[in-house]
């Protein structure tokens, strides 16, 4: 399984970025696949969650609002819309797969594959 997260950037407080994660080789039909941040010094926090089947949505309570996940079946891609942007959400931010999980899940424990992250700075 790979997982290829493109989409980071420079955006000034306010902005707007769209984060994509494509996956390949994924053997599986039905999966959760998740977004997770993490900033320097800090631990890899959750951000949201979507089944690949279905589409059902799980998200970070302090995410819920500005952030927006999506997926794209034929595309095999899975989107972050962040949007209001602020300088706390400055990190590298990364998806995975959850492969076993029968609930999405917010714990990085229960995801299998990572993508390589990337970076998000929002400055003012």
């Known amino acids: 399984v790979q997982l290829q997260a493109s989409g980071g950037g420079s955006v000034q407080v306010g902005g707007s970025l769209r984060l994509s994660c494509a996956v390949s080789?994924?053997?599986?039909?039905?999966?959760?696949m998740g977004w997770f941040r993490q900033a320097p010094g800090e631990e890899r926090e959750f951000v949201a969650a979507?089944?690949?089947?279905?589409?059902?949505?799980y998200y970070a309570d302090s995410m819920k609002g500005r952030f927006s996940i999506s997926r794209d079946i034929g595309e095999r891609t899975v989107y972050l819309q962040m949007n209001s942007l602020k300088l706390e959400d400055t990190a590298v931010y990364y998806c995975?797969?959850?492969?076993?999980?029968?609930?999405?899940?917010?714990?990085?424990?229960?995801?299998?594959?990572w993508g390589q992250g990337t970076q998000v700075t929002v400055s003012s």
């Open positions: 979507i089944r690949w089947i279905g589409g059902n949505t």
């Open positions: 995975a797969v959850d492969r076993g999980s029968v609930y999405l899940t917010g714990k990085p424990d229960e995801y299998d594959w």
């Open positions: 080789n994924m053997p599986f039909t039905n999966y959760g």
